[in-house]
């Protein structure tokens, strides 16, 4: 994220978008896509996402919900979609065939019939994660029978697929060796359940494999083994060795599909990647490293010692979203392979010598303007931490941690990041740049090293409901940061 990566261009686009098509049609790989989540406070426009994934080379996305504005925007570009239906849907497509029809006919029939090249529906994200307590184990699998119903009906399910994204946690091998595997005992009969029907409707099992995560929750993880460019460490499984997680994992899964008779069943990786920020583990080196060595990996066409051949997969993530809950961890808002600006953070080779990353075209910015600890502001005021909690509780401090982008600023420099992040997110709204007094405006872009102090950009509230209802609420925000200032001050 640091001034290193702004330099995401060099060479005419449409020449290496052709060599990218080229490469990928040629090489016969499955193809790459993307995650385009939408948790952001000043999301790009969708058009300009849509032509920054396919200036990129991307042939296909993966969407969390069905909005509107992403979706129209995807309409005749060509690009494959697998729309998602949140979990928070699930109950009622499970227990209404009525409601199932209403969401196939709205979210699928009506874009496919404008142009949006759909191919599959995602019932739920990661539904059987453990930190749900078990909330949608009971209507996941009639919700997924229920959609692939009404896309019977609706006369669809030969040209578009169900599955259900799965976090890795799914399944397990009590030993380490992938041959060794099986799902996971308390939700055993449930995943058959799912694997029984997809298998039966053509579906693919969807999974989603974080070397990252075990690397954060696992202080004796072995490092190397996260990457692609070998490993001290291999895992030999018979007459196979690996030296990568990725490959292990992918195959855990085989192995737990082929001991329950589904060996067969598609295996699609529903999101893979690296953060870049709010960790120690979380940065544009390792990102790169892990993701280029995935592009690699799967642009060889080699597959995993227990499944050969092309692995269809979609990065995650496109964009940056400082509005997602990091109660997973402070890393959870920089997912993006761009920054929210649509910057790349590193350069990504997609198999093309030399090719460069794009980044996104004619994004409009807010005014140069920071909002700053007053040079005077004395840092004894016994008000002042009520203001840096405050910023910070309602903007995004997550990357003012230990070894973070912006870890290393100084205590003045710390608060100015506080303060500039909430003005910005309130869209540099000069009531949003007091603090009691202690801040100012800037003209004078604070930025230094890795940390960058960021500008809004300017966000077309024309072409979604969901971002009139965003802006409201930050309005609302904004008064009651005032009230709660005044009450705590006077
Ligand atoms: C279509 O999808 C959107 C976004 O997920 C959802 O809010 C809406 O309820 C869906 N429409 C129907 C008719 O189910
Ligand atoms: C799951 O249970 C834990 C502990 O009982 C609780 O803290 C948490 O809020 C629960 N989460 C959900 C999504 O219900
Ligand atoms: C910077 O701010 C963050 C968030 O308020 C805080 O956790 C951290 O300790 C601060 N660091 C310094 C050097 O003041």
New binding site residues.
């Given amino acids: 994220m640091g001034s290193c990566s702004w330099s995401g261009h060099g060479r005419p686009a449409a020449l290496v978008v052709a060599a990218v098509m080229l490469f990928w049609s040629a090489a016969g790989v499955g193809a790459i896509g993307a995650n385009w989540g939408t948790q952001a406070s000043h999301p790009l426009p969708p058009d300009t996402v849509v032509k920054m994934l396919k200036g990129n080379g991307f042939q296909k996305v993966k969407l969390f919900d069905a909005e509107d504005g992403t979706m129209s925007a995807l309409r005749k570009s060509g690009l494959e979609v697998m729309v998602g239906i949140p979990n928070e849907l699930l109950m009622i497509m499970a227990t209404s065939m009525k409601a199932a029809e209403k969401w196939v006919d709205k979210n699928v029939s009506n874009y496919l019939n404008d142009g949006c090249n759909i191919r599959y529906v995602a019932v739920g994200n990661e539904p059987f994660l453990s930190?749900?307590?078990g909330?949608f184990l009971q209507t996941t699998f009639p919700a997924l029978r229920n959609i692939q119903s009404a896309l019977v009906r609706a006369g669809l399910s030969n040209q578009i697929k169900v599955t259900v994204p799965q976090n890795a946690d799914v399944y397990e091998s009590t030993t380490g060796k992938p041959s060794d595997a099986d799902f996971r005992a308390d939700i055993h009969d449930r995943m058959l359940e799912i694997v029984k029907f997809l298998s039966d409707n053509g579906g693919a099992f969807t999974v989603n494999i974080y070397p990252f995560i075990s690397l954060y929750i696992d202080a004796n993880f072995p490092a190397e083994y996260a990457f692609f460019d070998g490993s001290s460490s291999p895992i030999v499984d018979g007459s196979a060795t690996y030296t990568n997680m990725f490959d292990a994992n992918h195959d855990t899964l085989i192995w737990a599909l082929k001991k329950n008779g589904y060996g067969n069943l598609p295996i699609i990786i529903g999101e893979i990647g690296w953060p870049t920020d709010g960790d120690m583990n979380a940065n544009a080196q390792l990102a790169q490293r892990f993701n280029q060595g995935f592009m690699t990996h799967i642009a060889s066409g080699r597959g995993t010692p227990m499944r050969p051949g092309p692995i269809d997969a979609y990065l995650f993530s496109l964009i940056d979203e400082d509005e997602k809950s990091i109660q997973p961890g402070n890393f959870e808002r920089h997912w993006g392979i761009f920054t929210y600006d649509g910057i790349p953070k590193y350069n990504l080779n997609f198999g093309t010598p030399n090719s460069q990353i794009q980044r996104a075209s004619g994004v409009k910015y807010l005014e140069k303007k920071w909002c700053v600890l007053k040079p005077s502001a004395s840092l004894d005021d016994p008000k002042l931490p009520d203001t840096i909690s405050y910023a910070c509780s309602m903007a995004d401090c997550t990357s003012l941690g230990y070894k973070t982008s912006c870890g290393m600023l100084d205590i003045r420099s710390n608060i100015s990041y506080a303060y500039n992040s909430f003005f910005q997110k309130n869209d540099q709204d000069d009531v949003a740049c007091g603090f009691s007094g202690f801040a100012t405006t800037t003209g004078q872009d604070p930025s230094t090293g890795t940390c960058r102090f960021g500008v809004m950009i300017e966000v077309d509230s024309a072409f979604s409901w969901k971002l009139q209802r965003a802006r409201s609420s930050s309005l609302l925000m904004l008064l009651l940061a005032l009230v709660h200032l005044c009450l705590s001050f006077s």
């Fill in positions: 930190t749900y307590n909330s």
